[in-house]
Structures are given as C-alpha cells and as structure tokens.
C-alpha cells in the first residue's frame, strides 16, 4: 500500500528519511512531496537579542526553522566565534525549551541542551514551561514562524510567564507543490493514507488532493502528526483516520499500520 507524505525530505547527508525507513517495516511504501517554502527574516535582530542572554529567561523552540534561522547566523565567522566563546555557556545556565525530536536534536547541533522534547506538541510544552517557571521572571525568548499557533504564548501570559516573541521566518507554498502533487497522482494512482504534518500544509495540499482523488477520496485514510494538524483537517471537513501518539517516525507508523488494517 501506498502512503504519500506531504513533508520535506530529511536532509540527504543524514541518510534515508526516518518515516519512510520506518512505514517500510510496515512494508508501506512511502513518498515524499514539499509542501512548504520558508524564507528567513529579522536574522540581524535575531542575533542581536541571541547576544544579550542576560536579559532573558531562557529559549523556547516550536520549530526545526527557528533553529535553522540560528544556524544561518552562525555561518558567519565573527558571530560563530562568539556564540563559541561565550554565548553558548550563557544561555546553557538558562532553559532551552522544545517540541519534538527534531527541534531537540537541532538544539544540541549549536550546543545547547533541550529539554521538554517528550511534551510533543505546544499545549503540553506550555505545561511543562508553567511547572518550572515563576510568573514575572525574565521573559522567555521564542523565535517562530510568522503563522505560529497563539496556544503556547496564550497558556503563558495567563499565568503571567513573560514570553518575547520574534518572527525569523515566513511560510508560503512550495513552487512545484501543484506539479508535484499531479505527477504523483498520475503515476502512482490514489494512495492509501495521506499523511499531514502541519496545519499550513493542510492550507496549501488538501483542496489539490481533493481535487485529483475525485469521487476515490473517501477511500484514502488520512493522518496527522499532531493535534494541532488533526484540528486543521477536521476544521476542514475532513474525517482524521489517525494522529501519532507522538511526533515520531515511529509513532506515526504504528498509526498508520493500525489505521490501514481497521475495517470501517
């Protein structure tokens, strides 16, 4: 059976793509498609605020591409040198708050080190936040995307944690997403299982994948990594075959797996 996974391939250098590695055990065969474009802003501002630790309680990170904008910053010689020397070890004293696996892993890349990965999604993050902070501390710094969900900052100010947000990047649909999406359906027909990963690529994919699956669309079993995206899709008339337990390739799979093997 075929999964399509509306997701951005994991980066070449680290190998096979964990979900499709692991919906392979499931012996699913599963395709990648980009569903979304990122462009990267306010880096100057970013690094600036990166560099003054003191006034700040600690980071949070909702997303892999916030920690890809801190990356981008890096590059620079006289700014990787001075997160090297100094700025690391200053924000290492405070919290670095994440969501996920691979938010946490791309927090250990620049050498800090995460914590609340296992919250899995941002309400249970705010959770873990309000159980370890006191109300009017040094206000938490949270670099995102410009469609970032308002629950995490909401949860926050209603217990009075200051939180500072900062926009460092701007999502818009992927250039060949339309081309993408009809190559695949052409070739390889309607698949099984169509797996979402973010409330935006429910904006941008699902009216296309109406579209090509015509009256066939009751019979795909759609998923989602999280709540959040499950929310969207529903928000959206559509029926949620499975959510993962977690967002893990793992978790995902097993979901799947079960999703696929349960009669309606």
């Given at each position: 059976m075929k999964v399509l996974l509306l997701k951005d391939p994991k980066d070449k250098?680290?190998?096979?793509?964990?979900?499709?590695?692991?919906?392979?055990?499931?012996?699913?065969?599963?395709?990648?498609?980009?569903?979304l474009s990122f462009e990267f802003t306010s880096l100057d501002s970013l690094f600036d605020k990166l560099s003054h630790p003191e006034c700040y309680g600690g980071?949070?990170?909702?997303?892999?591409?916030?920690?890809e904008a801190i990356k981008i910053c890096l590059k620079e010689k006289s700014k990787k040198e001075a997160w090297s020397k100094s700025l690391k070890q200053m924000?290492?004293?405070?919290?670095?708050?994440?969501?996920?696996?691979?938010?946490?892993?791309l927090v250990e890349e620049i050498g800090l080190i995460p914590q609340g990965e296992k919250a899995g999604?941002?309400?249970?993050?705010?959770?873990?936040?309000?159980?370890?902070?006191?109300?009017?501390?040094?206000?938490?710094?949270?670099?995102?995307?410009?469609?970032?969900?308002?629950?995490?900052?909401?949860?926050l100010r209603e217990k009075g944690i200051p939180l500072e947000s900062l926009t460092v990047y701007q999502?818009?649909?992927?250039?060949?997403?339309?081309?993408?999406?009809?190559?695949?359906?052409?070739?390889?027909?309607?698949?099984?299982?169509?797996?979402?990963?973010?409330?935006?690529?429910?904006?941008?994919?699902?009216?296309?994948?109406?579209?090509?699956?015509?009256?066939?669309?009751?019979?795909?079993?759609?998923a989602a990594i999280g709540p959040s995206t499950a929310e969207a899709l529903q928000g959206a008339g559509i029926a949620v075959s499975c959510t993962?337990?977690?967002?893990?390739?793992p978790d995902l799979a097993a979901a799947i797996h079960r999703a696929l093997h349960t009669r309606c």
């Open positions: 250098d680290s190998g096979t793509d964990p979900y499709i590695k692991e919906l392979g055990s499931y012996s699913l065969e599963a395709t990648l498609i980009p569903v980071l949070v990170f909702t997303s892999p591409r916030a920690l924000w290492n004293i405070k919290p670095t708050y994440v969501v996920g696996k691979a938010t946490a892993s999604n941002a309400e249970k993050l705010a959770e873990y936040i309000c159980s370890r902070e006191k109300p009017n501390s040094s206000a938490l710094l949270f670099p995102c995307g410009a469609l970032k969900r308002e629950v995490l900052p909401t949860v999502t818009s649909q992927h250039p060949d997403l339309q081309e993408s999406l009809s190559s695949y359906f052409s070739q390889q027909g309607i698949p099984a299982s169509v797996v979402f990963f973010s409330p935006s690529g429910v904006k941008f994919c699902l009216q296309h994948i109406q579209k090509l699956s015509g009256d066939l669309i009751n019979q795909v079993k759609f993962a337990g977690s967002p893990t390739a």
